[in-house]
Every structure is written in structure tokens, then in C-alpha cells.
């Protein structure tokens, strides 16, 4: 294993920074850089479940042009053994039932510095971050993942050994929700983010926990993170950190809705009166490049149909389809019941009688994977599944299919659906949260409103239609190319976050 831990005290990282440089302009660029920790329990490079993943590899790269960002996540086995030097360089003390931990460092090719939180009782384990490989969540949640949001404080505290800390905290979804409270509660005042990815996953556990988590009893009542009774690591997240995001702006009204709120809206509301609930949408970072990505048997620029179509191809044999001139939808999805599968299946016939193929490729829930595999039993060389995940097949896919299908019951954002539109296939999705923002319908993908079969079929038929007259068919994949956003372009709204907050901070001011 590459992974040796080296034995010194210090967070050696400092070194391999650039050295500043006197009466330059890099003096002053140095200067200004803001020290960011970003809280994540996922990191493409090394361990992915799905779109947090790669979030949390895109956008601290892309801010660290201005910034010096930095990751924290759980040394999982997948981390620990991913060969990349790790070097031990701070620690932080047991609290209630959380154990001690040691910090490591790691940097990865490219420069992103990532610590990593050993504590091998809590993340030496098979399976995936959240819970084992038969999909049952780790009994131990709540202390997990608590002591990644305390050991989090303690880096912004300067408690953890290390020689650099933090002047903004940036925390993600509920594994790392307890950051923000466990600063709130231990009176420390750098500026905290807290960024939904996914508001129906709160992180839910009993009252009863409250001793082992260490909690104060503030805590455990209505103004804390209570919740139905139970303690909500979501909630804690939302009511202590400085500011709410999440990663699109229709998401961010929806949310204070009853429909799409959790039992939560009422807070959401209050947050945003407060002016402290905003929506800033993610991106796809530049490896999302049609013409040189490796993994695409054929690069291929907008108009270059022949190219893209030895992609098709490609995906064909993966999957043993019928060669045909008829269309290919891809799923590439988490197999939840968030993303709609059920309704794929329930036309998924309707698009086969009409001369369509399907690939799907994901894993997710034991019945929604059966349910597909049963579906590619049923229609051979017409539908093929292949249940699990790799990032070349995904890519493959998005390259070689005409069609993605993506009937969200609610999505934040959603990068499938970018991902295939810069690489010529048409999202048909559900006009909800992030997929109304991404997609304009009848000119860079086709939406519907109904969580129905009958609307999502209906644009479907919409779709097939283009798809029989390939003037428009090419004038959408075209403007479909030209369309999602890099994160170049998410950045500076999080830029100006953070400096709104540190300049309230720093004039001791309440935010408003
Ligand atoms: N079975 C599987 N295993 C592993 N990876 C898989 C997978 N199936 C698909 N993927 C990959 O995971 C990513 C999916 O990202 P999405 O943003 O579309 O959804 P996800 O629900 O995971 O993310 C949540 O967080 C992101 C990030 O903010 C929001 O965009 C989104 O709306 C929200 O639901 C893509 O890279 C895709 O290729």
C-alpha cells in the first residue's frame, strides 16, 4: 500500500505551496486567497456515491484559482488504500462516545490538499461510505459521521494540531451537518456554509443518542436539531451555520415548500426571511470535453454526427443491442426511488414497441435493480442493464445515446443531465428543482411537469418525433452541447458568500 502515514506533528502541506514573492502581484493574489475548509463525505478522486462525489472534486478546485480550499473527508478504506501518500500531521481528542483521531494529509496529483480523518474503528470497514455492501446504513451513523463535523470544528478552532486553519467553513449535506453545530455550540465564530445536496436525506437518529454525541441540552429541544421527536443532523446543519445553500435556484423555492420541504419548509422560510437561504448551481468542471475525452471510443465535436454515432455504436455492443436506426435513451442513475425508475419502467415497452432501445446502467435499491434486470429479460437486444457503476461506461453512454432519461420526483440539481447534454444527448426529464434550470424545453432537452406516465410518455413521443427529423434533431443536440455551465461560472457566487461573510464577521455585525 502506498498509503504510509509519516510520524511527524506537523501539516507538512505548507511546504509545497508557492513561496510568496516580494513586491509581485503574486504577493498580493497571496494575500487576498481565503482559507476554505470544505466538509465532505465523498471526493470523486477517491470514493463517489453519486453527485456529491463530484461536486466535492470540482468546485474546490475550481475555486482554488482565488482561493486555498481544502477537503476533509473520512479515511474509508477506499481512501486510505487509494495509494496516494497520506502524512500524519494533527490529531483530535475523543469527546463523548466520538473516538480520538488522528488527521492525515494528502495531496492529490493536480495539488488539491485533502485531509483525512483516520480513525479506523469508524472507517476501516467494506462497503460505501454510508453503509455496507448489502445497502443497510452503518448502525454507527450518528457517531461517524459526528466525528467528522467535530473534528472539522476542531481544524477551524486550531485545536486539531495543524498548522493552517480555516477562515471560512464550508459543510455538505447531513454527514457533515454537525460542523456547523458543534462551532455553534463551542461559541466559535469563523463564518459557516452549509450546502444542501439533498434535502431527504437528514441523517436521522433517537433522542436517546444525544449522551454519546455529547450534545448540549440545547440541543435536544424544538430550536435545536429535534425533530419529530428524533435528532435531525439536517436540521442542526440549517439552524447553525451562517448561511444556507443549495445547487439550484428553483430547488431553493422549492424547498420552503410543503411538497418538496421535508417537514422542514417552516425553517426554510424563516431562513429565507432572514436572507440567509440562496441557490447557486453547480457545474460540470472540464473534463466534460467531447472532442478529447479518453474514454470515448470516438471524440467528436457539435456537428460532427458520424463521430458521435460510432459511440452509439459502442454503447450497442456494451450492452448487446440490435443495431438499429431507431433511438437509444441511456439511464445512468442512482436506483432510487428520487430519481423516477418506476416510471421508466412503466413505458419503457411503450418505447421499445416504438422501434427505441435503452441502456441503463446504475445501482441503487434491491428492487428497483431486480425490476430493471427483469425488464432486460424481457426485451433481449432491445433493453440492456447493467446493474453498478463505472465512470468510463456512464461516459460512454452519455457520448453514444440520443436520449437521457431522467424523470426526477425531485432533483437539486442533477449533473446527469448536463453531462449529457454537452456530450449531444437530450435530456427528457421532469421540469423540477435544478432539471427546470439546466434544460429548455424543445431546444436543449424536453421537460414535463406530471409525475405521471402519461406526461413523462407524452414527451417522449415529443422527443421520438425530433428524432425523425434530423434537421432539428441536430439543431437541439447542437445548442444542447453549447449549454450546461462550467464551474468557472458557479464560482464567484460562492466567492462573494464567503466575503459577505467574513466582512459581517469582521465588522461584528449581525447578517442580513
Ligand atoms: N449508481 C451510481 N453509483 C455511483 N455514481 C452514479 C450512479 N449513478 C449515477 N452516478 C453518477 O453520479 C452522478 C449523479 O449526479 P446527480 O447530480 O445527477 O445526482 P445525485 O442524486 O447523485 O446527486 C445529488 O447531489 C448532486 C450534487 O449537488 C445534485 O446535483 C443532485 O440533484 C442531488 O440529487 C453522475 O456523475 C453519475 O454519472
Redesign the pocket.
Known amino acids: 500500500m502506498g498509503n504510509a502515514v509519516a510520524a511527524s506533528r506537523f501539516d507538512q502541506s505548507v511546504l509545497v505551496e508557492t513561496p510568496l514573492k516580494p513586491q509581485s502581484k503574486i504577493t498580493n493574489l497571496h494575500a487576498v486567497k481565503k482559507k476554505i475548509l470544505f466538509v465532505s463525505p465523498e471526493l ?1 478522486d477517491l470514493i ?8 466535492s472534486a470540482s468546485l474546490p478546485r475550481a475555486m482554488n484559482a482565488d482561493h486555498d480550499v481544502r477537503v476533509l473527508i473520512p479515511g474509508y478504506r477506499q481512501v486510505m488504500e487509494s495509494g496516494h501518500a497520506i502524512r500524519d500531521v494533527g490529531s483530535v481528542p475523543g469527546h463523548a462516545a466520538l473516538p480520538p483521531a488522528r488527521i492525515g494529509c494528502m495531496t492529490l496529483p493536480d495539488g488539491l490538499v485533502v485531509y483525512v480523518l483516520i480513525c479506523p474503528e469508524l472507517y476501516d470497514r467494506d462497503g460505501t461510505p454510508y453503509g455496507d455492501s448489502h445497502g443497510r446504513d452503518w448502525q454507527d451513523n450518528h457517531i461517524r459521521f459526528a466525528r467528522l463535523g467535530l473534528a472539522a470544528a476542531e481544524i477551524a478552532a486550531g485545536t486539531a494540531c495543524l498548522s493552517w486553519c480555516p477562515e471560512v467553513v464550508h459543510a ?2 447531513w454527514p457533515a451537518a454537525l460542523t456547523p453545530a458543534y462551532m455553534s455550540w463551542r461559541g466559535q465564530t469563523t463564518p459557516t456554509v452549509f ?1 444542501v ?2 434535502l ?1 436525506y437528514q441523517g436521522l437518529c433517537s433522542l436517546e443518542c444525544s449522551p454519546e454525541l455529547g450534545l448540549p441540552s440545547s440541543a435536544c429541544g424544538h430550536q435545536g436539531m429535534e425533530f419529530y421527536g428524533r435528532l435531525s443532523f439536517l436540521k442542526a446543519g440549517l439552524v447553525y451555520s451562517d448561511h444556507v445553500t ?3 435556484e428553483n ?1 431553493a423555492r422549492e424547498i420552503t415548500t410543503e411538497e418538496f420541504g421535508c417537514g422542514l419548509e417552516g425553517m426554510l422560510q424563516f431562513k429565507v426571511k432572514l436572507n440567509q437561504l440562496s441557490g447557486i448551481p ?1 457545474g460540470i468542471d472540464d473534463s466534460w470535453d467531447s472532442l478529447n475525452d479518453p474514454h470515448l471510443v470516438q471524440g467528436f465535436e457539435a456537428h460532427d454526427w458520424e463521430a458521435k454515432r460510432a459511440n452509439t455504436r459502442h454503447v450497442e455492443r456494451m450492452f448487446g443491442l440490435e443495431q438499429s436506426d431507431g433511438p437509444l435513451f441511456a439511464v ?5 426511488q ?2 423516477g425508475i418506476d416510471l421508466t419502467l412503466e413505458i419503457a415497452d411503450a418505447i421499445v414497441a416504438q422501434g427505441g432501445r435503452i441502456a441503463i ?4 435499491e434491491e428492487d428497483l435493480e431486480e425490476a430493471v434486470r427483469e425488464l432486460a429479460r424481457r426485451h433481449p437486444g432491445r433493453v440492456g442493464a447493467n446493474v ?2 463505472n ?1 468510463a461506461d ?2 460512454c453512454m ?1 457520448a453514444g445515446s440520443d436520449f437521457l432519461l ?1 424523470p ?1 420526483r ?10 449529457a447534454q454537452r456530450f449531444g444527448s437530450l435530456p427528457i426529464a421532469r421540469a423540477t ?3 427546470a434550470d439546466t434544460i429548455e424545453d424543445g431546444v436543449t432537452g424536453f421537460l414535463f411537469n406530471e409525475t405521471s406516465s402519461e406526461s413523462y410518455l407524452e414527451a417522449v413521443q415529443r422527443a421520438m418525433a425530433v428524432y425523425r427529423n434530423p434537421e432539428l434533431l441536430n439543431a437541439m443536440r447542437a445548442r444542447a452541447m453549447a449549454s450546461p455551465l462550467y464551474w468557472k461560472q458557479s464560482v464567484e457566487p460562492y466567492a462573494a458568500l464567503y466575503r459577505k461573510l467574513l466582512a459581517a464577521k469582521k465588522s461584528g455585525g449581525k447578517l442580513v
Open positions: 470523486a463517489k456515491v453519486g453527485g456529491l462525489g463530484d461536486v455538505n449535506d450546502t445536496h439533498n431527504a443549495t445547487v439550484s430547488y453547480n445512468v442513475s442512482r436506483l432510487v428520487q430519481k446502467i446504475g445501482r441503487g453498478g457503476f465512470e456512464a461516459r452519455f431522467m426526477s425531485f432533483e437539486p440539481c442533477g449533473l446527469s443531465q448536463m453531462y428543482g435544478g432539471l
